[in-house]
């Protein structure tokens, strides 16, 4: 065990966390440069490459002969960086002894360098810093302000922090070295009980399942019973070993290494991410620390454009839960739009990813509902309700109270745009909390924020405001009571289930007069006149109408009584009476993420 080293990297989002694995990997002799036939290799996903992010966890083992003339054992685990994965984050700084934090030396420290380093602080990780992105030309006016804001922020000295190129290659021997050196080997007794941490699981079409785990206690070994405490399941080891860039059976993982298990077992959901596995006969009494359920943020409604396609949509749901358990479905029915799946992601970008992922792998044409938050809704009769699709919204007599999700939000920002950023916090009904300033140039601003005043297009605003400059991460704090009302769109006084959404009673007058001029704009015009109305429960607050389309009946008359282009007129009219009571009003996609760009 003293030559194993567990650690990870952490980062912003494009300060080049899977470049230096690269690097890494090319430097240990682990990957050959004909393996790098594209960059960010542990990236393996199109979207990941396309994207330029991390969406799923890697794991990977490298052997390093160092200067003290030993032979190490390094398991590096690239991370996700964004924040809608911390709690992925979490469970993989949990399976390490150390973390490498690479900053920008053109960006600086961002609000996710801060986030993710506060989770490796509370893990107890050993922190080497590294400062990435030393060959480009504007980072030779950065670095020494770059380098006091790592040493205000982790109290190390400057002398400590590693200068490196990832891109060319340079200081990666030092950081190699410096995890030998600083980053303390695992701790465990390979005599006491087995006790395996569940870091992610991966789904194989062949095998099923596969977990990956950090063996803390204990061994684990090919064909043992096994358990996990906290989904109850027992199955028998079919294989066990080492991750290299293909998996390498090794029959055994002793306590310290990290490696993957394969049990037979045909759901992710059996192999949940903080579980803890250990033997089904003389295990340990109690599991590792810091299990939860990954809880989802944001709902969504996803229907096929084309209602006979639901089944189809149904087996790609099924297949994509099987690589990502923290995907949660449910059928619902919409009267506008037929069946579909109410589903539940960790943020906004899951959202994105799992909807783009349905159209390319799966050949899914769908139409998004608008995401929404999950509210807490307490009835007169004292009876509590979630509620995660406004449909279900019961009628205003019969609300008590009802509290939203509330969220911390960290933006780091240059000084001059704060004035800007408050702007938009205040007309988000943020809480401001507090300022601090990492030097002249730079900070770090803190709100409270409801979290469906953040989940539209409130990152998108702050960039613009901002040039691109500021970064924000945020993680949930409680539920809030709150003066929430639900906002219904009515075309020719039937309501459109699909369209309501629930808001701020100060803004649903301006939210509503918005969104039915929006519609008006997106709407086909008909053969009859369409009427868009908003209304809280039987209040209407707003309406705008479309007008028909008409065809000149009175063309052919040439003069004569003007009773004959009345008797026309009129019987045109009556028509269009009729076609109003049984014609019905065609949605395009673009009328359902309408509500999304009422800001606009």
Known sequence: MKEIRNFCIIAHIDHGKST???????????????????????????????????????????????????????NLIDTPGHVDFSYEVSRSLAACEGAILVVDATQGIEAQTISNLYLAIESGLEIIPVLNKIDLPSAATMIDRVTSEIVNLIGCSPDDIIKASAKTGIGINEILEAVVKYIPPPKGDTNKPLRALVFDSVFDSY????????????????????????????????????????????????????????????????????????????????????YKEVKPMVFSGLYPSNSDNFAELRDSLEKLSLNDSSLV?????????????????????????????????????????????????????????????????????????????????????????????????????????????????????????????IIFDF?????????????????????????????????????????????????????????????????????????????????????TSISAMRKNVIAKCYGGDISRKRKLLDKQKEGKKRMKQVGRVELPQEAFLAVLSIGD
């Open 207 to 290: 095998r099923g399942s596969v977990a990956y785990v950090r063996v803390v206690d204990g061994k684990l070994t090919e064909k043992s019973k096994i358990k996990f405490f906290h989904k109850g399941t027992v199955a028998i080891v079919d294989e066990v070993g080492n991750l290299f860039m293909k998996r390498q059976r090794t029959g055994e993982l002793l306590a310290g290494d990290v490696g993957y298990v394969i049990a037979g077992l045909k759901d992710v959901h059996d192999t949940k991410v903080g579980d803890t596995i250990t033997l089904n006969e003389d295990g340990a009494t109690t599991p590792l620390p810091g």
């Open 329 to 453: 479905y449910e059928t619902e029915t919409s009267t506008a739009l037929g069946f579909g799946f109410r589903c539940g992601f960790l943020g906004l970008l899951h959202m994105e990813i799992i909807q783009e992922r349905l159209e390319r792998e799966y050949n899914q044409n769908l139409i998004t509902t608008v995401p929404n938050v999950e509210l807490h809704v307490y009835k007169t009769n004292s009876e509590k309700l979630i509620i995660d699709n406004p449909a279900d919204m019961p009628v205003a007599g019969m609300i008590e109270k009802i509290e939203e999700p509330y969220i911390k939000a960290q933006i780091i920002t240059p000084t001059e745009y704060i004035g800007n950023i408050m702007t938009l916090c205040n007309e988000r009904r943020g809480i401001w909390k507090n300022t601090h300033y990492f030097d002249p140039t730079r900070a770090d601003v803190t709100y409270e924020f409801p979290l469906s005043e």
């Open 20 to 74: 230096l694995a690269d690097r890494l990997l090319e430097y240990t002799g682990t990957i050959t440069e004909r393996d790098l036939v594209v960059n960010q290799v542990l990236d393996d996903m199109e979207l990941e490459q396309e994207r330029g992010i991390t969406i799923k966890l890697h794991a990977i083992k490298m052997y390093y002969n160092a200067k003290d003339g030993n032979k190490y054992s390094l």
């Open 459 to 543: 990152y998108d605003k702050l960039k613009s405001l901002t040039r691109g400059y500021a970064s924000l991460d945020y993680e949930f704090i409680d539920y809030r009571e709150s003066d929430l009302v639900k906002l219904d769109i009515l075309l020719n006084g039937e309501q459109v289930d699909a369209l309501s959404t629930i808001v701020h009673r100060d803004k649903s007058f301006e939210v509503g007069k918005k969104l039915c001029s929006k519609l008006k704009d997106l709407i086909h015009r008909q053969m009859f006149d369409i009427a868009i109305q908003s209304a809280i429960g039987s209040k209407v607050i707003s309406r």
